[in-house]
RNA sequence: GGUGGGUUCGUAUAACGGUUAGUACCCAGGAUUUUCAUUCCUGUAAUAGGAGUUCGAUUCUCCUACCCACUACCA
C-alpha cells in the first residue's frame, strides 16, 4: 500500500526556535518536497507551564523567511487555522487546542491492560529519587519498582476507583512489558534494539491539567495525521522504544511512520551542543531572527544579521547532509531535487561560522545590483543619506567582490558618500601609533563587529598616517590634486585613472607612495578602492577639497 | 551510574574492501595590483588506540578510550 508522503515538525512553544529546528524542520521540508508529500506544522503546547508569549509566532515567522511554507499547520497568511478544511484537514494543529482527543486513547491502553493509572505524587516520587540518589542508586519507576508503589496494579479496584473520583493528580502510566527485546529501523542509523528492563514506565496522561504528555500525543497526533515518516532530532533516539511500543499496544503497526533520528549541531569551540548562550560568546547567531526574551536581552538573529534566506537555508542543508559531489551552492529547488535521507550523516556537526559567511558571500555575489542597491539604501538612509539609486548601483557594481553582507557596503565605500573629516574625533593624531591586531586570525570573533558604528566617516589610522603622511609626499599629492583640478578630458574611471598614473610616472615619483598617500586623503585609510574608483565618482572639487583637507590637518 | 548513539586534516565532509585518502572553509606562501580586497597558483594538515576477519581494511567484527544524547506529571 502506498501512502501519500506526509512529515510534521513539531516544535514546541518553549522559545525561539534555533538553527538546529530550522534545520530540522528543512529536512522534513526537503523529503516531503521530493516525494510530492505534504509537510505539516504541529504546535506541541502539552506543556503549560513551559509556554512562552511569541514563540509560535516567531517559529512561523522563521520558518516563511526560509521559504520553509507548511502545507497545513497552525497558519494561514497569518491567521490562525482553527477547524478543519480543505486546506487543513486535521486542524486544529496545536495540541492544547485538541486537548479532548487524546484521553479516550489513554483509556484505550488501560482497557488493553498497556497502561495502569498511577497515583504518586510528584513530591512522593521526588523523594523516592532523593532516597535512592543518596543510596548510590537510580530511581526507575519501571515494572521492579511499580509493585511497591501506589498504583491500579497494586491497590484493590475499590481503592482505585475513589482514588480517580476524589483525588486530581493521578496519571496514566504506560506499562513497560518485561525482559522484550525492541527491534527498531531508524532511516539514518540502521538497525536498533534495546531491551525494555532498561525502560521506564512513562507517564502518558497527567489528570491535573488534563493533558497528555509528548508521547502520547505525538502518538496520537500522527496517525491521526496520517504521518508517513518521523524526522526529528537525534535526542529522541531513546524514546523510540516506547514509541514503537506505543504504536503496537494500539494495534496501529501497519501504518506506522518510519523514523530517522538527525544528529546533532555542535558548537563550534569544545563540546557540546549549540545552545543559544554561544552565538553571542562567539560572535554569531544561533537563532535565524532575533529574539528578545522576558529580561529583555537580546539574541541575534541570522535575518537582522544581514544574510540571504538562501544562504541560512543553502548552510543548514549541508550540515550534517552532502549530495556526495562537490557541489556547494544549492538553491531550495536543488536541495529538494537531491536530498537523500541516506546522505545523512550520524556524527553530530560542529557548526563553523566562517563557513556560514562564506556562504553569504556566495549568494550576495549573485545577487543583481539592483537588489543589492536597493538593500543598501535604508542603509544609507539611516545614516542619514539620500543617494542617488544608480550611484548606488554604480558603486556596488565594483564593490560587490568585497563584501559579504549588504552593510559591508558602507565600510567598504563609505567615502563615496560622505567626507572623511572628523578624523580627531576618533581619538587618533597624526605620528601616533597603533597596537597591532592580535595574530590568530582562527579564533577572532566576527570581524564585522567594528562595522557597525555610527560615524559618518572613516577614521585615519594612525599607522597609516605615521607611514604614507611624510611632507615630500604630501607636496607631490597636492601636485596631483592641482593636476586632476585642471583636467579636461573623459571624465571616466579608466581614462581619470590612466591620465593620473601617466602624470606621477612622467614626473618620475614614486607610485606606491603617491597612490597610498593620495588615498589616505580621499578615503581615510591607505587600504581600500582604487584611486581611479574614487576620484572618478566623487569628482574634481570633492578631491581638491579632501586633499587640501588632509593637508592642512596632518602636516 | 545505567541505556543508546557517535568517532577521516582545526572545521564540514568524500572515498559504500584495492585511491599518491579527494573537495570546501580556515591558515601559510607566491603571482597579479598604486594599497587592501578580488582572482589565479602552491603548500601545511586526518582515518582515536588495540586486536581480529581478509590476499588486502577508513570501510566488516570485538575490546578500550573519548565525545554526545537520554535517564521528569519537559518537549
Known amino acids: 500500500m502506498e501512502r501519500r508522503t506526509r512529515v510534521r515538525f513539531a516544535p514546541s512553544p518553549t522559545g525561539p526556535l534555533h538553527m538546529g529546528g530550522v534545520r530540522t524542520a528543512l529536512y522534513n521540508y526537503l523529503y516531503a518536497k521530493q516525494r510530492g508529500g505534504d509537510f505539516i506544522i504541529r504546535i506541541e503546547d502539552t506543556d503549560s507551564h513551559r509556554f512562552v508569549p511569541g514563540a509560535e509566532e516567531y517559529i512561523i515567522?522563521?520558518?516563511?523567511?526560509?521559504?520553509?511554507?507548511?502545507?497545513?499547520?497552525?497558519?494561514?497568511n497569518g491567521k490562525v487555522v482553527e477547524t478543519p478544511s480543505e486546506r487543513h484537514p486535521h486542524a486544529p494543529y496545536r495540541q492544547s487546542q485538541r486537548r479532548g482527543i487524546y484521553k479516550q486513547y489513554a483509556d484505550q491502553l488501560i482497557a488493553s491492560g498497556n497502561a495502569y493509572y498511577a497515583f504518586?505524587?510528584?513530591?512522593?516520587l521526588d523523594a523516592k529519587r532523593a532516597e535512592c540518589e543518596a543510596a548510590g542508586q537510580t530511581f526507575i519507576y519501571n515494572q521492579l519498582s511499580r509493585m511497591s508503589l501506589r498504583n491500579s496494579l497494586t491497590l484493590p479496584a475499590e481503592e482505585t476507583e475513589r482514588l480517580l473520583r476524589e483525588t486530581t493528580d493521578w496519571t496514566i502510566r504506560?506499562?513497560?512489558?518485561?525482559d522484550t527485546v525492541v527491534k527498531m529501523d531508524d532511516l539514518i542509523r540502521g538497525h536498533v534494539e534495546i531491551n525494555t528492563d532498561t525502560l521506564d514506565d512513562k507517564v502518558l496522561w497527567k489528570r491535573a491539567d488534563e493533558l497528555p504528555t509528548y508521547h502520547l500525543a505525538n502518538i496520537v497526533d500522527d496517525h491521526l495525521m496520517e504521518i508517513t515518516e518521523?524526522?526529528?532530532?537525534?535526542?529522541?533516539?531513546?524514546?523510540?522504544?516506547?514509541?514503537?511500543?506505543?504504536?503496537?499496544?494500539?494495534?496501529?503497526?501497519?501504518?506506522?511512520?518510519?523514523?530517522?533520528?538527525?544528529?546533532?549541531?555542535?558548537?563550534p569551540v569544545g563540546n557540546g551542543k549549540l545552545s543559544k548562550r554561544d552565538g553571542d560568546k562567539m560572535g554569531f547567531p544561533v537563532f535565524p531572527l532575533n529574539w528578545i526574551n522576558s529580561e529583555g536581552e537580546t539574541y541575534h538573529g541570522y535575518r537582522e544579521d544581514g544574510y540571504f534566506p538562501e544562504a541560512f537555508v543553502n548552510l543548514l542543508a549541508m550540515l550534517g547532509w552532502n549530495p556526495g559531489t562537490e557541489q556547494e551552492i544549492f538553491s531550495m529547488k536543488e536541495l529538494i531535487d537531491s536530498f537523500s535521507i541516506d546522505k545523512v550523516s550520524k556524527s553530530g556537526?560542529?557548526?563553523?561560522?566562517?563557513?556560514?559567511?562564506?556562504?553569504?558571500?556566495?549568494?550576495?555575489?549573485?545577487?543583481?545590483?539592483?537588489?543589492?542597491?536597493?538593500?543598501?539604501?535604508?542603509?544609507?538612509?539611516?545614516?542619514?543619506?539620500?543617494?542617488?539609486?544608480?550611484?548606488v548601483k554604480d558603486v556596488i557594481s565594483f564593490t560587490k567582490e568585497r563584501a559579504t553582507f549588504v552593510t559591508d557596503f558602507w565600510t567598504i565605500a563609505s567615502?563615496?558618500?560622505?567626507?572623511?573629516?572628523?578624523?580627531?574625533?576618533?581619538?587618533?593624531?597624526?605620528?601616533?601609533?597603533?597596537?597591532?591586531?592580535?595574530a590568530d586570525n582562527r579564533r577572532q570573533p566576527d570581524p564585522r563587529a567594528k562595522v557597525f558604528d555610527d560615524t559618518l566617516t572613516a577614521p585615519f589610522l594612525a599607522k597609516d598616517v605615521d607611514k604614507f603622511w611624510k611632507p615630500e609626499i604630501v607636496e607631490l599629492v597636492l601636485k596631483v590634486s592641482e593636476y586632476v583640478n585642471a583636467y579636461d578630458g573623459e571624465w571616466s574611471v579608466q581614462a581619470v585613472g590612466a591620465a593620473v598614473e601617466d602624470y606621477i610616472r612622467t614626473n618620475e615619483w614614486p607610485m606606491g607612495k603617491v597612490m597610498n598617500a593620495l588615498r589616505l586623503a580621499l578615503a581615510g585609510s591607505a587600504s581600500g578602492l582604487g584611486i581611479a574608483d574614487i576620484i572618478a565618482r566623487i569628482g574634481k572639487g570633492e578631491t581638491a577639497s579632501r586633499i587640501a583637507f588632509a593637508a592642512s590637518r596632518l602636516s
Open 61 to 76: 515567522e522563521a520558518l516563511n523567511w526560509c521559504g520553509i511554507i507548511p502545507d497545513e499547520g497552525v497558519d494561514e
Open 120 to 124: 504518586d505524587s510528584s513530591e512522593e
Open 174 to 178: 504506560f506499562k513497560m512489558p518485561q
Open 230 to 267: 518521523v524526522i526529528r532530532g537525534e535526542e529522541w533516539l531513546p524514546s523510540l522504544p516506547l514509541h514503537y511500543l506505543l504504536y503496537k499496544a494500539f494495534g496501529w503497526e501497519e501504518t506506522q511512520p518510519r523514523f530517522a533520528h538527525l544528529p546533532l549541531l555542535l558548537k
Open 349 to 391: 556537526a560542529k557548526f563553523n561560522p566562517e563557513k556560514a559567511r562564506w556562504f553569504n558571500k556566495e549568494y550576495l555575489r549573485m545577487r543583481s545590483d539592483e537588489d543589492l542597491a536597493s538593500a543598501f539604501l535604508p542603509v544609507l538612509e539611516s545614516k542619514g543619506i539620500k543617494a542617488d539609486p544608480d550611484y
Open 415 to 438: 567615502y563615496l558618500f560622505v567626507s572623511p573629516k572628523d578624523f580627531e574625533a576618533y581619538g587618533i593624531k597624526a605620528g601616533a601609533s597603533v597596537e597591532p591586531q592580535a
